[in-house]
């Protein structure tokens, strides 16, 4: 049998709606999206309503990921960022019950699509570069400017800065998405070897397709960990303006 | 110590920006030096490869900053 390594990110649609020429269908993506926002939102209401002071099984595992973001948003943008608590609790927790759940077999792996991850990264740098004109007015327009730069160096520092934050979004997005299409184009060939193989050699990358998917989700969590990071490090570098390059030297 | 200054979660987060940091900044700079040269002037290839150039140099300084962030040991 020989299978298409990609098959499992092409997309089909359940129900097929167009909207004045827009594609709307409700596809596989659609469906695995609505199940990771109701997973994770029966979670965190289930956890949350019985409040204990001793807590059980469930609300010790929403403790945990509730202090894990905390730690996250203290270290990065200090005890002002916590106000933006749940942007980055609901992103976080979104992004990783789309890896976790993609790793089940047969399950769609969302963040394997670049739309999705670019939505995500473009939002999170258009919220830091609109909360800087917010705080900073057009001063914010300094961040181009790296502190300590001579007038001489002007012409030749700005566009470099303007690139470099340009790519943010850019490598934010790249990198979540090629992670996750990656990891599971490698355990589709895997999985097309052992099937080819038979029974003689194909339990070789049979063992290699369990490895890959132990792999796969220490990657499900740190993807979902650096792009949180990222964002509130993009956040924190619009609060605090050249604050940053000050505390490292 | 809380999970997010556990050292293994951090060197991998490091680890894992960098790559994407390098190739992120050239894309971007070559690809705005071809908008400028088929969009605006019309410049032949020049202004790609001025934001080429441009691109590395920021891919390079994104790379040696985040590095800069690095946990001392």
Known sequence: MEE??????????????????????????????????????????MAGSARKLVPGKLQS????????????????????????????????LFILFCNLLGLIPGAYTVTSQIVVTAVFACSVYGLSVFMGFLLHGAKFVGILVPPG?????????????????????????VRLFANMTAGHTILAVLFGLAISGGLLIGWLPFAFTIAINGLEVAIAFIQAYIFTVLTCVYLGDAFHLHGHDEHAH | MPPSQDPFYAGLGQAVRIGTELLAALIVGGGLGWAVDTYLLDSGPWAMVGGLILGAIAGIRNAYRSAQQWPKS
């Open chain 1, 149 to 173: 730069t001579p007038g001489w160096l002007l012409p030749l520092m700005v566009p470099i800065e303007l690139v470099s934050q340009l790519a943010r979004p850019l490598a934010l997005a």
């Open chain 1, 61 to 92: 595992l929403a403790e945990i990921l509730v202090d894990f973001i905390r730690g996250i948003i203290i270290d990065t943008m200090g005890k002002d960022g916590m106000r933006f608590f749940p942007l980055i609790a609901t992103l976080f």
């Open chain 1, 4 to 45: 298409n390594p990609l098959h499992p990110f092409e997309l089909h649609n359940y129900i097929p709606i167009s909207l004045g020429g827009l594609d709307i269908s409700i596809n596989k993506a659609v469906v695995m999206m609505w199940v990771v926002v109701a997973l994770v939102t029966l979670l965190m209401v």
